[in-house]
């Protein structure tokens, strides 16, 4: 399946989402509009700096999983399935339901807290009402716009299932942006020894350099071929192995010879020998507590025990 938007210079509300499989198309009035100055002609986007940017990347992976989703159940029609869905999502308030519906979806299949939990965590912690501000989701966080700040709410379960993701499917540019170096360094135990950790490492890099190197999308130059840019980052690894010896932390070693790949690498190997979602838990306390102190607790209801993290929202000026 592809799924594409595009502009109808012809409806007021002009931006338009089409699902296509092989010779069937389906076209969804996403119900916004957008200003054809500030229309990406060349990638068929809108601008990053939109409101609903990251609304549309929700609301398209959304589709995809729906999608394989009804394959497995060996539904036919899928694309008019998918359309009367969308159009369920956009019925009250358009595209800024999908934000929520979409929200939801993903809440209730996780195990998160569902959209409305955050907007009272919100409204409890700064006194605002929904006049007063308005919602941008990214992944599984959300971001409330006030008239003077912005402000980012996170969960433990949140976090939790974003650092699994990226790190199962091997996302290194997120793994990169996304987390710290100093968590993941405080999260190492030097106990792990030297053959066991380059052993695993080892694997992952032949899997960098094999079917991964151009999914997680590592950069390559304009005048750089693919077998150079392999070769450069085989010298990176080489230099990392020179440099290890038994008390070396892996983790900062490996984001001080090249945050790009080597670190990401690490962050995989060293969760991969560990409990993944133990590591997720600890980076967790660690972002929340030890580590931040700008991110500030919410507890929806005064009977709530303090170490119920599935209860408490964590929120603080998005910078």
Not at 160 to 187: A, P
Request: proline share 1%; hydrophobic share 35%; net charge negative.
């Amino acid at each position: 399946m592809i799924v594409k938007y595009y502009l109808n210079l012809d409806s007021d509300k002009n931006l338009f989402c089409q699902i296509i499989d092989e010779n069937i198309k389906e076209s969804i009035n996403m119900k916004y509009y957008v200003d054809p100055k500030k229309w990406n002609y060349n990638n068929q986007k809108i601008n990053g700096n939109d409101f609903h940017f990251f609304t549309l990347k929700n609301f398209e992976s959304y589709l995809f999983n729906r999608y394989y989703d009804l394959q497995k159940l060996g539904k036919e029609r899928i694309l008019e399935s998918l359309k009367l869905e969308a159009l369920c999502l956009l019925k009250d308030s358009g595209i800024d339901d999908i934000s929520k519906n979409v929200f939801n979806f993903y809440a209730d299949k996780f195990g998160l807290n569902r959209y409305d939990k955050y907007i009272q965590a919100f409204e409890k912690f700064t006194g605002l009402r929904p006049k007063d501000y308005k919602v941008q989701i990214i992944d599984y966080i959300l971001h409330f716009h006030t008239s003077n700040e912005i402000y980012e709410m996170d969960t433990y379960a949140g976090k939790s299932l974003m650092l699994k993701e990226i790190i199962q499917n091997k996302r290194y540019s997120d793994i990169e942006e996304l987390t710290e170096v100093d968590i993941w360094s405080e999260i190492y135990d030097e106990n792990i020894g030297k053959h066991k950790f380059l052993s695993k490492m080892s694997n992952e890099f032949e899997i960098c350099l094999d079917d991964n190197f151009r999914r997680t999308g590592i950069f390559i130059g304009p005048n750089e071929s693919l077998e150079n840019r392999k070769n450069e980052i085989r010298k990176m690894f080489q230099k990392f192995i020179d440099q290890s010896n038994r008390n070396t932390n892996w983790i900062d070693l490996a984001w001080n010879i090249n945050e790009e790949i080597l670190y990401p690498l690490a962050v995989i190997t060293m969760t991969g020998i560990y409990d993944l979602q133990v590591c997720c838990l600890e980076y967790c306390e660690l972002d929340f507590y030890d580590q931040n102190e700008e991110w500030k607790s919410i507890c929806l209801g005064d009977d709530l025990e303090n170490d119920d993290n599935d209860q408490v929202f964590y929120i603080r000026i998005f910078k």
